[in-house]
């Protein structure tokens, strides 16, 4: 029991020695990045353009191949009326930037303590509140066309005089916030996601190539934007110059055309060099068949004198074997006759003198 004891209060001295990271407290991480955003803009917020539209704070998003890109602030559409918008926001944890993206809930959450203005100032919700289906606008923070929208009113109590940073995440070297108990409360809520409207939002950004930091350099031309696809404005609140968007897309274009045309150099050196690599590979196939049957001539030709050197000796050999024989058979005749003579003179030896034949000289009796 008492090595239990000592586990347990072991245990509980490391769990309270351990610091507490907020930056990892949200409804899910969406992406990662190595290295921290850039700060936020300072811009002027377009007018509110339709009634019951809501403002979506502009932030930094992440592209893993080009980088950090400017998502520009919008005024969009909740799904239902009685919901408010919670922003993303990144946050340092485990040596990584985590992005945390932001959803609709009946309560504005813990968005990393990141002040973007507007009625979001890193803690709570100020530009507005839902009576009924009916939002009413705070025009102390949020800007509103007033020709249209007449549900409005002013408390200027929720205007903080401090000094605005521009940090755009939470952890060491930005952000110091950790969630109240409201807003944990308001995460353990029902949440929908972004709409289709602010996804589309955000892909039109990331297809911008003036979007991104690495091009702009923390500097975008369009920060804020009256609706989704509608005008941009740069951080003086005008719409942004055609003239500059003009030639930004053409200086993308060249950019693109020069990248094309270097990509098909390259393309038509790899093919002109595997192209006179097939040439030699295939000389040097025909090459090695031609000498290949070279030699399997000169092999035939030698397997051919072979035959006929070994003709010739068998021809050479069936004459003498022929002479051989012609030579036995006329010993064996000589022999023969020879034994047909001596036989003969012996039967005529052995013959009575009277059956011998007379052989007198001529002249004598």
Not at 43 to 53: D, F, I, K, L, T
Not at 107 to 134: A, D, L
Not at 172 to 186: H, L, S, V
Request: glycine residues 8%; hydrophobic residues 35%; positive net charge.
């Amino acid at each position: 029991m008492k090595k239990i004891a000592k586990l347990l209060i072991l245990v509980s001295a490391i769990a309270f020695a351990v610091p507490k990271t907020y930056a990892q407290v949200s409804v899910g991480i969406g992406i990662s990045a190595g290295i921290a955003p850039p700060a936020l803009p300072v811009y002027e917020q377009p007018a509110c353009p339709v009634e019951g539209y809501i403002w979506q704070p502009g932030y930094w998003a992440y592209d893993p191949g080009d980088g950090y890109y400017w998502v520009p602030g919008v005024w969009v559409a909740p799904p239902n009326p009685g919901y408010l918008w919670t922003p993303p926001y990144w946050g340092f944890a485990a040596g990584v930037y985590g992005f945390h993206p932001g959803y609709w809930g009946l309560h504005v959450g813990f968005y990393g303590g990141i002040n973007y203005g507007f009625g979001y100032g890193g803690f709570g919700f100020y530009g507005g509140r839902w009576e009924g289906n009916r939002f009413m606008y705070n025009t102390a923070v949020w800007r509103v066309n007033r020709t249209f929208i007449h549900n409005t009113y002013i408390d200027r109590t929720v205007i903080r005089n401090n000094t605005y940073n521009h940090y755009s995440f939470n952890g060491p070297g930005g952000a110091n916030a950790r969630p109240t108990r409201f807003e944990e409360a308001a995460m353990r809520e029902r949440h929908i996601q972004a709409t289709a409207n602010q996804i589309a939002h955000q892909q039109a950004a990331r297809q911008n190539r003036a979007q991104f930091a690495n091009v702009n350099h923390g500097h975008p031309t369009a920060v804020a934007m009256n609706r989704v696809h509608g005008n941009a404005y740069n951080q003086r609140g005008r719409i942004a110059a055609a003239a500059t968007i003009q030639r930004q897309r053409a200086n993308e274009n060249m950019r693109a055309q020069r990248q094309r045309a270097t990509e098909n150099r390259v393309a038509e050196r790899q093919h002109a060099n595997q192209a006179l690599r097939a040439h030699a590979t295939e000389q040097r196939l025909a090459q090695r068949q031609n000498m290949q049957l070279q030699r399997q001539r000169v092999t035939e030709q030698r397997q051919a004198q072979q035959q006929r050197v070994q003709q010739r000796a068998q021809l050479q050999q069936q004459r003498m074997q022929q002479r051989q024989n012609m030579q036995a058979q006329r010993m064996q005749q000589r022999q023969n006759m020879q034994q047909q003579r001596m036989q003969q003179r012996a039967q005529l030896q052995q013959r009575p003198a009277q059956q011998r034949p007379n052989r007198q000289r001529p002249g004598v009796r």
